[in-house]
């Protein structure tokens, strides 16, 4: 059953804040295989400009999609995420994603489409510090396959 067009639009209420630690930023680093120093060291961080390690730029993902959780898992949407595959992902920033940053997320249905029957779900995610300064606007696409269609 194809998801409902007027859920288009929907904003979900800010995530509660999710403290960034160094250790989270260096697991992240080591998992994607990014040896950057900026990653690790708080001195090479600010010899670039940095008040502190920064995140890789994909790092934001984990917070995001938690937050899409609110999306997913919205009973009135009725998205079947056991036939969910992620179709694509991207980001634009203001500014790198900093350890001790405390970010709060809001999530946005930008998008329903049906393709072949399958549903294509747009989520974008706005991440806010703790003063409210945009930091990062991430997209996240989402394929529900068609019942039927499994492989």
């Known amino acids: 059953m194809a998801l409902d067009q007027s859920f288009v639009g929907r904003t979900y209420p800010p995530t509660a804040p999710y403290e960034v630690g160094r250790e989270k930023i260096r697991e992240f680093a080591d998992a994607v ?20 390690v920064i995140a890789p730029p994909t790092f934001v993902f984990s917070v995001t999609f938690r937050a899409a ?3 997913i898992h919205d009973p009135q949407l009725g998205l079947d995420y056991g036939r969910v595959v992620h179709g694509d992902q991207r980001f634009r920033y203001t500014r790198p994603v900093t350890a ?22 747009d989520i974008r995610g706005e991440v806010h510090d703790a ?16 019942a039927g269609k499994d492989a």
């Open 69 to 71: 959780g609110d999306v």
């Open 33 to 52: 295989g990014d040896d950057h120093p900026a990653y690790r060291d708080p001195q090479a961080a600010r010899a670039l400009g940095h008040p502190d």
């Open 100 to 121: 001790g940053d405390r970010l709060t997320v809001t999530s946005m249905i930008e998008s329903i489409k049906s393709m072949a029957g399958n549903d294509v779900l």
């Open 131 to 146: 003063e409210g300064a945009h930091v990062v606007t991430a997209w996240t696409k989402m394929v529900a396959r068609a």
